[in-house]
Nanobody, 126 residues
Framework: QVQLVESGGGLVQAGGSLRLSCAASGRTFSNYAMGWFRQVPGKEREFVAVISWSGGSTYYADSVKGRFTISRDNAKNTVYLQMNSLKPEDTATYYC???????????????????WGQGTQVTVSS
């Protein structure tokens, strides 16, 4: 089992920044690719960003590319999502997720992830 706890959400004005954190406990964190997803009520969960368990590979949704940066610190069992130039359409509940996989592999499909956090709300005002 892997337990994931997100933090860092909040209310920010458009153009502002937030940094989300996801702290993991349980099984070896470094064996998991870590992804961020987001969801608004009435819509499907949407892929945002992912990082391989080595940290050597990352991938972003087109909607956040150039504005968001995913990183991880395996020594601290934590993955981060730095969000800059936030837009009102970034408003959502953000979830981190863990996928047990090989070192440089990762998925953008939520169904491939094994563990999920409870989510943290991000609200961007215009």
């Amino acid at each position: 089992q892997v337990q994931l706890v997100e933090s860092g959400g909040g209310l920010v004005q458009a153009g502002g920044s937030l940094r989300l954190s996801c702290a993991a406990s349980g099984r070896t964190f470094s064996n998991y690719a870590m992804g961020w997803f987001r969801q608004v009520p009435g819509k499907e969960r949407e892929f945002v960003a992912v990082i391989s368990w080595s940290g050597g590979s990352t991938y972003y949704a087109d909607s956040v590319k150039g504005r968001f940066t995913i990183s991880r610190d395996n020594a601290k069992n934590t993955v981060y999502l730095q969000m800059n130039s936030l837009k009102p359409e970034d408003t959502a509940t953000y979830y981190c997720a863990a996928e047990f996989t090989t070192p440089e592999n990762y998925s953008t499909r939520s169904r491939n992830y094994d563990y999920w956090g409870q989510g943290t709300q991000v609200t961007v005002s215009s």
